[in-house]
């Protein structure tokens, strides 16, 4: 039996929906029931799972099972916007880490969502070497969290004994419960289909032109491939970025978004709230090259094919109104 947590959300639902594709359907899906709302309920309604419990009936239940193969930990608050401390260190770090002492006495293989969030703002770069670790300073309670759980692992020396996955910007099908964090293709594609333009920050350092701050993009079924590929081979141990190691603009995403409709390209570019001016990240890049050395294949799609794969097979059709999963 594979354990799936936050099986109900984004990367969750899609992490079962690529075991489905392996011809695993022995899952245990978990996740908050009580805030299940209808397009998290369509993102399980279309999956093979065995049985969907919450995540509090999860600690309790796992003292009486024995056949445990692997828990793949992507439940989590992932709001970088939460400001109770004590709940993100509850939800985010002891809950994981109630998991992972299990799956360490137990001989399974544990595979947990870390994030980006947690190298800060890049002063410092983007490097899962486990050697700089402690150089990184998240500039959220969210990102601190998270980072939380990889220090944790790391001085109880268990870090390569797991397999932490630190998520760039993933975007995709079964997103559409996020709300305001939800990609910002999703976004651009509302806002064209609303008013034929998009909406873009104005860039506040001289280095970066309007639009030209850049992330790094990865579509969700390249996140998928890489997670399952540390179910695979679990020789593979300790932290490693899932992302594409190409640096692209808000131009760059708009424009595909554009491109995939088939409409004129249409940016305006707006004031950045004051308040955020301070902590905003100019610039993103997953290094991918402990991930390439251990093997793992990257992407298959560019930022230009996933757009066009997003846009074309999911969100023309309004299938996420009514979303028959991946």
């Not at 193969?69 to 809950?95: M, P, Q, W």
């Not at 992330?215 to 179910?231: C, H, P, S």
Request: glycine content about 8%.
């Amino acid at each position: 039996m594979i354990i799936v947590t936050g099986a109900a959300g984004f990367i969750g639902s899609a992490v079962i929906w690529g075991l489905n594709k392996m011809g695993i359907r022995d899952i245990l899906a978990v996740d908050e029931l009580q805030h299940l709302g209808e397009h998290k309920k369509n993102n399980l309604a279309h999956v093979g799972y065995k049985q969907l419990i919450g995540r509090d009936e999860l600690l309790e239940k796992l003292k009486g099972v024995t056949n445990v193969n692997a828990i793949i930990h992507l439940g989590a608050c992932s709001s970088t916007t939460e400001k109770n401390e004590e709940y993100l260190r509850e939800t985010n770090f002891e809950y994981t880490k109630h998991l992972a002492e299990y799956a360490l006495a137990n001989g399974v293989r544990f595979i947990y969502a870390s994030s980006a969030a947690t190298y800060g703002d890049g002063a410092k770069g983007f490097s899962d070497d486990h050697g700089k670790l402690k150089e990184y300073s998240p500039m959220n309670l969210y990102g601190r969290s998270k980072h939380m759980f990889d220090l944790w692992a790391q001085d109880k020396k268990v870090l390569d004994e797991m397999a932490g996955l630190k998520y760039f910007n993933v975007f995709g099908p079964n997103e559409y419960h996020k709300g305001d964090m939800r990609s910002f293709v999703l976004k651009a594609f509302e806002q064209i289909n609303s008013t034929g333009r998009v909406r873009l920050f104005k860039s506040y350092k001289k280095e970066y032109a309007d639009g030209e701050q850049v992330r790094d993009f990865i579509y969700i079924k390249d996140a998928v491939r890489m997670t399952l590929a540390f179910l695979e081979n679990r020789d593979l141990g300790g932290i490693y970025n899932i992302g594409t190691g190409e640096p692209r603009s808000w131009n760059d995403l708009v424009t595909a978004v554009f491109n995939a409709l088939e409409k004129p390209v249409e940016i305006e570019y707006v004031d950045m709230p004051g308040d955020i001016r301070d902590q905003y990240q100019y610039y993103t890049c997953a290094d991918m090259n402990k991930l390439e050395e251990a093997g793992v294949e990257l992407c298959d799609y560019s930022l230009e094919a996933g757009v066009f794969d997003y846009v074309k097979k999911y969100l023309i059709p309004s299938k996420y109104l009514t979303s028959p999963g991946l």
